[in-house]
């Protein structure tokens, strides 16, 4: 009705119903197989795959709020007040209320699967397909919580993407944003105070101006990528740790021993975990090897 009454683009529409369409049409005809099964456990069963078309939707949700907000900002516009209208004629909730909803269904089939398993007696012929649906469910609730902290660690990164100064390349289907802060670097001439953000495999590092970050260095963690914490440090005490790349060598100083720590263990825990991928690659190239042996071996016999 909206885009009928050309209140808004078509663009702003997909934008913020997304895939709307798609979950009713899911919802239409899981109530009709729930209308006529007398067994909830086995009807939920057959849908429950399909619930995972959810998490899209989810992801999009701060998009639409964001381009809701944008569009009903005067609220003397044509859409806001179409939406006021609306929300006085049917004493219901506001379209930003309504659009939450899908974002709650999964969880409250948890809860509702949960409760209904509680007052199933022990021997009714659904409570196995009750209670092998309640895993399907909680499963898919899981996939849907990571699939939507996956997306908004992404997010984290596209928007630290454009805080610098110079356009710059973060954005990977891999890379998230693990912390951020700031740090002294000891440098030979004068110790400086940047911005650092750390990602799940690089380390940036910048000053801040008045309205954006101007990079100073972008540091790759690879399998070369060194952290050392340093114990009573003549001139920092326990307040600073060591970098060592391929690239770029230093000292950074915190504020305190605790941020200090804190940092150390971010950064040990991205490198540990190269070093573990290092070592299964070998190990794999080394399987194989051994495999090619065996087959010539055996050509030769």
Same mark, same amino acid.
């Given at each position: 009705?909206l885009?009928?009454?050309?209140?808004?683009?078509?663009?702003?529409s997909?934008?913020?119903?997304?895939?709307?369409e798609?979950?009713?049409?899911?919802?239409?005809?899981?109530?009709g197989?729930?209308?006529?099964?007398d067994?909830i456990?086995?009807?939920?069963?057959e849908?429950?795959p399909?619930?995972?078309?959810?998490?899209?939707?989810?992801?999009?949700?701060?998009?639409a709020?964001?381009?809701?907000?944008r569009?009903?900002?005067?609220?003397?516009?044509?859409?806001?007040?179409?939406?006021?209208?609306?929300?006085?004629?049917?004493?219901?909730?506001?379209?930003?209320?309504?659009?939450?909803?899908?974002?709650q269904?999964?969880?409250?089939?948890?809860?509702c699967?949960?409760?209904?398993?509680?007052?199933?007696?022990?021997?009714h012929?659904?409570l196995?397909?009750?209670?092998?649906?309640?895993?399907?469910?909680c499963?898919v609730n899981?996939?849907?919580?990571?699939?939507?902290?996956e997306?908004e660690?992404?997010?984290?990164?596209?928007?630290?993407?454009?805080?610098?100064e110079?356009?710059?390349?973060?954005?990977?289907?891999?890379?998230?944003?693990?912390?951020?802060?700031?740090?002294?670097?000891?440098?030979?001439?004068?110790d400086?105070?940047?911005? %650092?953000?750390? &990602?799940? $495999?690089l380390?940036?590092?910048g000053?801040?101006?008045?309205? +954006? /970050? @101007?990079?100073?260095?972008l540091?790759e963690?690879?399998?070369?990528?060194?952290?050392?914490k340093l114990e009573?440090?003549?001139?920092y005490?326990?307040k600073?740790?060591?970098?060592?790349?391929?690239?770029?060598? %230093?000292?950074? &100083?915190? $504020?305190?021993?605790?941020?200090?720590?804190?940092?150390?263990e +971010? /950064? @040990?825990?991205?490198v540990d975990?190269?070093?573990?991928?290092?070592?299964n690659?070998?190990?794999t190239?080394?399987?194989?090897?051994?495999?090619?042996e065996?087959?010539?071996?055996?050509?030769?016999?």
């Open positions: 009705p885009q009928e009454r050309k209140l808004i683009s078509a663009h702003d997909q934008t913020i119903f997304s895939d709307i798609t979950i009713i049409q899911l919802n239409k005809h899981f109530l197989t729930l209308k006529t099964s067994e456990g086995s009807a939920m069963m849908f429950a399909y619930f995972k078309m959810y998490s899209s939707y989810i992801n999009n949700h701060e998009k709020s964001s381009s809701l907000m569009l009903t900002q005067n609220p003397r516009n044509k859409l806001s007040r179409f939406l006021q209208q609306q929300y006085m004629q049917h004493s219901g909730g506001t379209l930003q209320s309504y659009l939450i909803l899908p974002i269904r999964i969880p409250r089939y948890e809860l699967l949960k409760e209904i398993i509680k007052l199933t007696p022990s021997g012929a659904d196995d397909n009750l209670q092998t649906c309640y895993e399907a469910i499963a899981q996939s849907i919580n990571e699939q939507v902290r997306f660690a992404r997010e984290k990164v596209r928007s630290i993407e454009q805080r610098f110079d356009k710059i390349s973060l954005v990977t289907p891999s890379r998230i944003f693990i912390r951020e802060g700031l740090m002294t670097k000891i440098c030979r001439k004068k400086v105070k940047y911005v %650092f953000i750390l &990602l799940s $495999d380390l940036l590092y000053e801040q101006k008045e309205k +954006a /970050i @101007k990079l100073h260095n540091i963690i690879d399998v070369f990528f060194r952290v050392q009573h440090n003549r001139l005490g326990d600073c740790f060591e970098i060592y790349s391929t690239r770029k060598s %230093f000292l950074c &100083l915190c $504020d305190n021993e605790q941020e200090r720590d804190e940092w150390y +971010a /950064i @040990k825990h991205i975990g190269e070093q573990d991928k290092r070592n690659r070998n190990v190239e080394l399987e194989i090897r051994s495999q090619e065996f087959v010539r071996v055996l050509d030769v016999a």
